[in-house]
């Protein structure tokens, strides 16, 4: 069914209103007042110094830094048509994120919740967010990652093979290489033919659908994203029925799901997944570690070619592992595990371009304002962590905005790099990061020597930060 305009127009004025009403029941001006800040003009509030800072090469931190000289480390505004209280430092980190299991949850927007279905593990909280996270993040510890791990460093090299003499988007590449390995590593997929083209094409429509506007009609993006979510989860259905009746058996993350975890009919065991949690939560994994693992490398390619004291001593290292090969060659399991200053170099990669800006939660409970500022935030109210102004405190790390991976030699403050979060919600996925961007920085720092096309340090206004040039390069074996 398709509808005019004028239908399409009425539509989104009645959602706006009905947003509107729930909006002012939950968080009002008047509920927060007292507290600094400033909610701006009538419904757009702050948005639009918000929308242009958020777009600039330094991100939201210039929003942020504005206001918090202005307010302090707390301060409420009206972004986006939310009220909201941004919080930074290490003491707001330490009440959002490794406060009791139950007091926040992640505020996702409404398209967001949809795509992902209900049982994701991004849409649990307390004991059953626990028990979710136990079951299907087994597989992404370092001993469960071993055995993909000739996988990815087979990708790499074979990724790398292709980009001598030709113009490289390089975000595209760490786009295609980080979905050929989770694909690769949830399913068994081939990195070519068939299926994997329909699993990129439909992974893509729901990825921009994300942050769609919330029409679920046929021509929208959102409504394109639910058909290629419903496409992704009967692909899912038929391979998890074929492992199932044994036609097909692999030793990959979603055939120890089943094995392990996945409800038989009439089962009542809560320590077990039905098939809705299981495809909620694949397609949970996908979404949460694709752009992120994919922007991290991208940033780190671009930084190396940057700051060429860093990039000489890495090779350093890579040439180092290389020539203590007696004989073998070919990266080993305990090579990569061995990179410390590699480790530090992505770290830093993340820690200057903190590729996702803010944690937005909303409260589940009344919780005290932290820095002794007398208020509290109540239930319902959404609270947005701003980690890049704590990654970029001078008191925390001095020259904060410099290439520096030296940052990481000594231990750190507690809560003061939050690049993969921490407590209850800290990123499972990390160990698959570093080990993705090690084998593949390996590679290429050992074969290649590679220079930009274009100087333009423009940024995509997504919540994952990415080049909006997706930084093509020209690549030269060495
Ligand atoms: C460089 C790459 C990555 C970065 C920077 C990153 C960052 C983060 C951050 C900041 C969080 C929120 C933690 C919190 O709320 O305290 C998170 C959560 C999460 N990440 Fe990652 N991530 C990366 C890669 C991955 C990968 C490869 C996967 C899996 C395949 C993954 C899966 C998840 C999941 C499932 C959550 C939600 C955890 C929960 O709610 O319990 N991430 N990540």
Known sequence: ???????????????????????????????????????????????????????????????????????????????????????????????????????????????????????????????????????????????????????????????LDQWPGRRVLVLEEASTFTLKVIGNMIMSLEPT?????????????????????????????????????????????????????????????????????????????????????????????????????????????????????????LKEEHKGIQESRKGGSNLTWSEVNNMPYTSKVSSMSINVYHILLAESSSVLVTLALPYNSGYNIKKGWSVNLDVVSIHHDPEVFPDPTKFDPSRFDAPLKPLSFLGFGTGQRMCPGINLAKLEISVFIHHLVCRYKWRPLEKDDSVQPTLVRMPKNKYPIVVEPL
């Open 1 to 159: 069914m398709e509808l005019s305009g004028l239908q399409i127009l009425a539509l989104i004025s009645v959602f706006l209103v009905s947003a509107l009403v729930l909006h002012y029941s939950w968080a009002s001006p008047k509920a927060m007042e007292g507290l600094p800040g400033s909610m701006g003009w009538p419904i757009v509030g702050e948005s639009f110094s918000f929308l242009s800072d958020f777009s600039s090469p330094s991100g939201i931190y210039s929003f942020m830094n504005k206001r918090q000289q202005r307010y302090g480390k707390v301060f409420k505004t009206s972004v986006l048509g939310r009220f909201t209280i941004f919080m930074t430092g290490r003491e707001a980190s330490k009440i959002l994120l490794t406060g009791k299991d139950g007091m926040v949850s992640l505020n996702l927007f409404y398209t967001g919740k949809q795509v992902l279905g209900p049982t994701s593990l991004l849409q649990t909280t307390g004991d059953a967010h626990k028990r979710l996270r136990r079951l299907i993040t087994e597989p992404l510890s370092i001993e469960g990652l071993k055995k993909y791990f000739q996988f990815i460093n087979t990708l790499a090299v074979e990724t």
């Open 193 to 313: 033919g068939e299926e994997q083209e329909k699993f990129r094409a439909n992974f893509k429509v729901i990825s921009s659908s994300f942050a769609s506007l919330p029409f679920k009609i046929p021509g929208t993006a959102f409504h394109r994203g639910i058909k290629a979510r419903d496409r992704m989860y009967s692909m899912l259905d038929s391979i998890i029925s074929r492992r199932r009746n044994g036609k097909d058996y692999q030793l990959d993350f979603l055939q120890s799901l089943i094995k392990k975890h996945s409800k038989a009919e009439g089962e009542d065991d809560e320590d077990k997944l039905t098939d809705s949690q299981l495809k909620d939560n694949i397609l949970t994994l996908l979404v949460a570690g694709h752009d992120t693992t994919t922007a991290a490398l991208t940033w780190l390619i671009k930084f190396l070619e940057e700051n060429p004291a860093v990039l000489e001593h």
